[in-house]
């Protein structure tokens, strides 16, 4: 169960490319990190949904979506859900953006 | 206002059971729903169960319902429970351990159970059947410590539960009382290629055997035959046949006879008692496969859900074997007897057989092999009971010369609504036509998404295609005209001219300017886009990495826990004690899990860290190899002149000349290529996308070849007597392919899409083509730089892509 949540700066705005995720390990959770073209930084837990698990950092951002390197599952940064046909979530953190600094609570 | 529900038990979590209650579901039948079964799993796909055996899925790759799907539909469900009896009296089920639920309506879908042969020393340890996932654990288990394994019965469950042993590494010998295999479902020209075919697979057989001990203390050692020969295994599978799982329905008094006797509205003999799937006779008939199971569903849910239905009148049942490169399938009747009129074509060095059975010229049954694409087609004729006729002749059979023209087309319209269209997932045809109705639908895709159909074998396509034709009509070829993804309509053709004639430059201006429907792209074509680009512009265009697939971006291949593989480059598979020592450096500095040769001649390291990457890269100080890439993998070299005593040419060093020239540029898809020194072919030129063949007076080039998923042998493309004649055509061929092709199209499809006279026509009949095609290439050459060097020369992307933050 978790009782606190903790707030970690995590970098600026240019520590995150473009479209392509980096990740990120805050206090004992691992998050991949994604910049989508429009500015926005999401954060969500580094571990695809799919039963073999594996990575998301290194998917490919299409909007606020991702397709998962290892799956193609279609997962929406957002929400974290993965869309049909496909089924499950990823577990997503909030992320402050302070002018460049970026911050996440987890 | 709560209403009070009616109360429906289900007895069995299995396939029909289940699929019967995702019906109900569907219909919106208001039942209170208590599901027991037995197994401690949820719902899964069984059939699967010899994929995992195989190792291509996991036990969590079929589960077909998961917990959360009970509990969101308000269903109760005992697993690891077993129901005992149903007390007709009280309206209870029983179960073993001490529950009583009431009810309203019982389905009973127990399945059926291995039989085991009554046989002295069946019960000994290392003896198991193929049904569940118990078994199928056992045989994993099993795999790991012992070496000899029978699979007792060359059926469809033998024949799979074989080769997904001999995939585990065990050596396998199946044993057979027929002298031919899978003889319920094939005829014996069939069956003789199956064994053929399997055998090269590894898989040994004792035809013609019939056990009668297996031998051993307390586990098994052996078995002993009727002619009083033994075979020594130190593990058995029997896969004889099921037994419908009856035992309930016994005990509970309701009439059975093989299975439980039910009339065409699945009801049993006793009162609100329905039962379907294997453990159900139907006019005399029981089941054991999942087709006929859905269709007893539909019916059984349609009638519990109070919506009229026509009664269950029987199904007709096709096979289809699961095991890779064996391409077998059979419907309907299969031997023939003298009431038969048989047509057949048997071509033994395609290796092909196709039979088609007709009853007073009605299409009654068909068998074949290696090559089923009309098994969808031939089904149908089947289910209908087509009459013959020259054109579904032609259709099926093929007409006029090379035996192809095989036309596809039929209409779908004599199907009925419940006909299951896809076995696998349990889809009718009204189901796919509801979704296109209903929902506008025009491509397979979106009726995959929505109804599962074409989801987990894909046998059903040509049907779920051929029904979308059928609904959309004249709107199909509009409707559905197929972009490169989902995206765009748009073909790749189209969108390249559209890239010359706009002059675009950067995926986002492509997707923007041809109005892409998911403004970003998706993760087909962004990179086909970058691909393009790349291709028609080498010196401007900026390579996206974020276009780019993970294994391209990081110059190394991911593995499913997210470490990576990199393969340093090693010129017509040459290495040096040096570069090997390096090597082993490396790897042990930065704890390499596998160091492996390669199918193409080199070193994969296995299992680096991703932030090792780049140290890795710096300190083999090595090229790329390039095994993730779209690019030229490897020169495969066979000795050669050098040193072989039969060598005409230098194979060794043309291979690495090769390898060296055209090294780091971007192909539609992987391209492999191969040289050899004699016609001998060591290095097996034969499955490359471009072969090379010394002989005495020069080379021979052969083009499409490929060993992957679809393998195809190459054709011969000509004979060039000079080096530079040699690289001039290469050159050609390659450019040809990197400008006419569909990214991600191998040469294989390529070839066959283009035609090889095609290829040869615009190579080599018109020289000024030729040379304007190879010095193309030669530009595009001009512009490629290594990725692992780059990436350690530009600090911040190598920060940003390859190192975790830690805060
Ligand atoms: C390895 C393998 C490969 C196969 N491949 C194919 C294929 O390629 N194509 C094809 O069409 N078919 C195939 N089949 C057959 C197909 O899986 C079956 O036809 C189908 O699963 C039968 O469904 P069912 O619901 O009748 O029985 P099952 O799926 O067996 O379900 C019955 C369930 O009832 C439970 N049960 C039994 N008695 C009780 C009780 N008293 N109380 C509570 N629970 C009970 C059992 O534990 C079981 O879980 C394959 C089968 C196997 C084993
Ligand atoms: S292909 Fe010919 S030259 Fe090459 S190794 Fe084999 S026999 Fe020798
Ligand atoms: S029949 Fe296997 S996916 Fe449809």
Request: hydrophobic share 35%; glycine share 10%; proline share 3%.
């Given at each position: ?12 705005v240019q ?16 998050l991949?990190v994604f910049r ?5 930084i999401y954060?969500?837990e580094?571990?695809s949904?799919?039963?073999?698990g ?5 998917g490919i951002?299409s ?7 290892l799956?193609d ?16 979530s990823?577990?997503t953190?909030p ?12 | 206002?709560?209403t009070?529900?009616?109360?429906l038990?289900l ?7 289940i699929g019967?209650?995702?019906?109900i579901?569907?219909?919106g039948g208001?039942y209170?729903i ?8 949820p719902?899964y ?8 055996l195989?190792g291509s ?7 077909l ?5 009970y ?6 469900l005992?697993?690891g429970?077993?129901v005992t009896r149903?007390?007709?009296g009280s309206?209870q089920?029983?179960?073993d351990?001490?529950?009583a639920?009431?009810y ?6 127990t399945?059926?159970?291995s ?12 003896v198991?059947?193929f049904?569940?996932i118990s078994d199928?654990?056992?045989m994993?288990e099993?795999a790991?410590?012992y ?9 469809l ?6 080769k997904?042993?001999?995939n585990?590494?065990?050596d396998?010998?199946v ?5 031919d295999?899978m ?6 020209n069939?069956s003789?290629m199956?064994q053929?075919?399997l ?13 009668v001990?297996?031998?051993g203390e307390q586990?098994v ?7 009083d ?6 593990f ?5 046949g099921?037994k419908p799982n ?9 009439t059975v ?7 065409d509205?699945?009801?049993t003999s006793?009162?609100n008692v329905?039962s379907?799937g294997?453990?159900?006779?139907h006019?005399?008939?029981c ?7 859905f269709?007893q569903?539909?019916v059984?849910?349609?009638h519990?859900?109070?919506s009229?239905t026509?009664?269950?009148?029987g199904?007709?049942?096709s096979?289809?074997?699961k095991?890779?490169?064996?391409d077998?399938f ?10 038969h009129t048989?047509i057949?074509?048997k071509d033994?060095w ?6 088609i ?9 068909a ?5 089923v694409?009309e098994s ?6 089947v ?7 020259d054109e ?13 023209g095989?036309?596809?087309?039929t209409?779908?319209?004599a199907m ?13 045809k009204?189901?796919?036509i509801?979704a296109?109705?209903e929902?506008?639908f025009t491509?397979?895709d979106?009726?995959k998404a ?12 040509p049907v ?7 609904v ?6 509009q409707g559905?005209?197929q972009?490169i ?14 890239i ?6 950067t995926?986002?201006?492509?997707m ?10 998706c993760?087909?074509c962004?990179?086909?886009?970058n691909?393009?680009?790349g291709?028609?512009?080498p ?6 990495k974020?276009?780019r ?10 593995q499913?826990?997210?470490?990576y593989t990199v393969?340093?480059?090693m010129?017509?598979?040459?290495t040096t004690p040096e570069?090997l020592?390096?090597?082993?450096d ?14 193409g ?8 860290k ?6 890795v ?8 190899g ?13 000795v ?7 060598g ?6 043309m ?9 780091r540029?971007?192909?539609?898809a ?5 040289v ?5 072919n060591?290095?097996e ?11 005495d ?7 499409g070849?490929?060993?992957?998923i679809?393998p195809r042998?190459a054709?011969a493309?000509?004979?060039?007597k000079t080096?530079e004649e040699?690289?001039?055509v290469c050159?050609a061929v390659m ?6 092709g ?5 040469t294989?499809?390529w070839?066959?899409r283009?035609g090889l006279?095609q ?5 080599l009949n018109?020289?000024e083509?030729r040379k ?10 001009t512009q490629v730089t290594?990725?692992w060097?780059k990436?350690?020369?530009d ?8 190192e975790?933050?830690r805060?």
């Amino acid at each position: 169960m978790k009782m606190t949540t903790q707030t970690y700066a995590i970098g600026s705005v240019q520590d995150f490319l473009m479209q392509i995720g980096r990740v990120v390990v805050a206090g004992n959770v691992e998050l991949a990190v994604f910049r989508t073209s429009d500015g926005r930084i999401y954060a969500l837990e580094n571990r695809s949904p799919h039963p073999k698990g594996g990575p998301l950092a290194e998917g490919i951002v299409s909007g606020h979506f991702l397709y998962d390197p290892l799956y193609d599952w279609k997962i929406d940064l957002r929400t974290g859900e993965v869309q049909a046909p496909d089924q499950g979530s990823v577990v997503t953190y909030p992320v402050t953006l302070d002018g460049e600094n970026v911050t996440v609570s987890v | 206002m709560a209403t009070i529900r009616e109360k429906l038990v289900l007895v069995g979590n299995g396939m029909a059971g289940i699929g019967t209650i995702e019906q109900i579901l569907k219909l919106g039948g208001a039942y209170d729903i208590t599901v027991i079964g037995s197994e401690p799993h949820p719902n899964y796909n069984r059939i699967m169960l010899s994929y995992v055996l195989e190792g291509s899925k996991t036990i969590d790759d079929i589960i077909l319902n998961d917990w959360n799907w009970y509990e969101d539909n308000n269903i109760t469900l005992h697993t690891g429970t077993t129901v005992t009896r149903i007390d007709e009296g009280s309206k209870q089920v029983i179960t073993d351990n001490g529950m009583a639920v009431s009810y309203d309506k019982v389905i009973i879908a127990t399945g059926s159970n291995s039989f085991i042969l009554p046989v002295p020393g069946s019960e000994k340890e290392g003896v198991v059947g193929f049904r569940d996932i118990s078994d199928c654990d056992a045989m994993l288990e099993a795999a790991k410590q012992y070496n000899k394994a029978a699979v007792i019965g060359g059926g469809l469950l033998g024949l799979e539960a074989a080769k997904g042993l001999v995939n585990l590494g065990m050596d396998v010998t199946v044993v057979h009382l027929m002298e031919d295999l899978m003889e319920r479902q094939l005829d014996r020209n069939a069956s003789s290629m199956l064994q053929a075919e399997l055998e090269r697979q590894g898989v040994k057989f004792a035809m013609g055997k019939q056990t009668v001990e297996l031998t051993g203390e307390q586990r098994v050692n052996g078995l002993r035959f009727s002619d009083d020969s033994t075979l020594a295994a130190d593990f058995v599978v029997m896969a004889v046949g099921i037994k419908p799982n009856v035992t309930l329905a016994k005990e509970s008094g309701i009439t059975v006879n093989r299975g439980i006797v039910v009339d065409d509205y699945l009801q049993t003999s006793m009162q609100n008692v329905y039962s379907i799937g294997e453990c159900a006779e139907h006019r005399g008939v029981c089941y054991g496969l999942v087709a006929p199971l859905f269709e007893q569903g539909m019916v059984l849910a349609k009638h519990l859900c109070g919506s009229d239905t026509k009664p269950y009148e029987g199904s007709v049942v096709s096979t289809k074997l699961k095991i890779s490169g064996v391409d077998v399938f059979s419907a309907g009747e299969f031997m023939d007897s003298p009431e038969h009129t048989v047509i057949s074509s048997k071509d033994e060095w395609k290796k092909t057989y196709k039979k088609i059975l007709l009853k007073n010229n009605v299409i009654v049954g068909a068998v074949l092999f290696g090559d089923v694409t009309e098994s969808a087609n031939l089904q149908k004729l089947v289910k209908q009971g087509a009459v013959m006729t020259d054109e579904i002749y032609s259709e099926v059979m093929g007409t006029g010369c090379c035996g192809g023209g095989a036309k596809k087309g039929t209409s779908v319209e004599a199907m009925a609504d419940e006909e299951i269209v896809c076995g696998c997932n349990g889809v009718t045809k009204k189901a796919i036509i509801d979704a296109v109705t209903e929902n506008g639908f025009t491509t397979v895709d979106e009726i995959k998404a929505c109804t599962g159909a074409t989801r987990s074998c894909g046998g059903c396509k040509p049907v779920v295609e051929q029904i979308l034709q059928f609904v959309l009509g004249d709107s199909f070829q509009q409707g559905a005209k197929q972009g490169i993804c989902s995206c765009t309509t748009l073909s790749r053709d189209e969108i390249v001219a559209e890239i010359t004639a706009k002059g675009l430059k950067t995926t986002k201006e492509v997707m923007n300017v041809l109005e892409w429907k998911q403004e970003e792209g998706c993760s087909k074509c962004r990179p086909a886009i970058n691909y393009y680009l790349g291709m028609m512009n080498p010196d401007t265009h900026q390579d996206e990495k974020e276009s780019r697939f993970v294994n391209e971006r990081m110059g190394a291949n991911i593995q499913k826990d997210g470490t990576y593989t990199v393969i340093p480059r090693m010129y017509g598979g040459v290495t040096t004690p040096e570069d090997l020592k390096k090597i082993a450096d490396v790897s042990l500095k930065y704890d390499v899990k596998v160091v492996k040769v390669t199918g193409g001649q080199r070193l994969d390291l296995i299992g680096v860290k991703k932030e090792d990457l780049p140290k890795v890269w710096e300190e083999l100080d090595m090229p790329s190899g390039y095994g993730y890439a779209k690019s030229l993998r490897t020169v495969k070299t066979c000795v050669g002149s050098q040193f072989c005593r039969f060598g005409t040419q230098d194979s060794l060093g043309m291979g690495a000349l090769l390898e060296r020239k055209y090294e780091r540029l971007d192909f539609p898809a992987k391209f492999k290529m191969a040289v050899n020194g004699c016609p001998r072919n060591c290095a097996e030129s034969c499955t490359k996308d471009i072969g090379i063949v010394g002989n005495d007076g020069g080379w021979e080039v052969f083009i499409g070849g490929n060993g992957g998923i679809k393998p195809r042998i190459a054709d011969a493309f000509c004979k060039v007597k000079t080096d530079e004649e040699l690289i001039e055509v290469c050159s050609a061929v390659m450019q040809y392919y990197r400008e006419t092709g569909n990214y991600l199209e191998r040469t294989s499809e390529w070839v066959e899409r283009m035609g090889l006279e095609q290829i040869q026509m615009v190579i080599l009949n018109n020289e000024e083509n030729r040379k304007e095609l190879a010095a193309r290439i030669d530009f595009a050459l001009t512009q490629v730089t290594d990725p692992w060097k780059k990436i350690l020369n530009d600090n911040s992307t190598r920060t940003a892509l390859f190192e975790d933050a830690r805060v």
